[in-house]
């Protein structure tokens, strides 16, 4: 399975922005979806996540209530909608995907078995 992330960009803050990860390969649909970020100098932060059959969804604390992780297995795609931005939102956001544990969801990176090339975003005025 091969990840692309697009859908960054400049964006103000207070504004939105709407991230893709279209994977290549038939198993998308049975693969869990991950997002992190990662800024300069910080570590890869798990951002939020949705199970193979779009069940279940998970947020870390920094974004709960601004962004949304869906996904569409038809069209072997998922998306980070980001609301309500903040400049310290800005980080190239990663897609991943994997299917280990029982929702083949952690806010491990190691977890996961697929990643795509990540996608920056800048959040400033």
């Known amino acids: 399975v091969q990840l692309q992330a697009s859908g960054g960009g400049l964006v103000q803050p207070g504004g939105s922005l709407r991230l893709s990860c279209v994977a290549s390969?038939?198993?998308?649909?049975?693969?869990?979806v991950a997002w992190f970020r990662q800024a300069p100098g910080k570590e890869r932060e798990f951002i939020g996540g949705i199970t193979a059959n779009a069940g279940i969804t998970t947020y870390g604390d920094s974004v709960k209530g601004r962004f949304r992780v869906s996904r569409d297995n038809a069209y072997n795609v998922a998306y980070l909608q980001m609301n309500s931005l903040k400049p310290g939102d800005t980080a190239v956001y990663y897609c991943?995907?994997?299917?280990?544990?029982?929702?083949?969801?952690?806010?491990?990176?190691?977890?996961?078995?697929?990643w795509g090339q990540g996608t920056e975003v800048t959040v400033s005025s």
């Open positions: 390969g038939s198993t998308f649909s049975s693969l869990a």
């Open positions: 991943a995907a994997g299917s280990r544990g029982v929702f083949g969801l952690s806010a491990r990176t190691d977890f996961y078995d697929y």
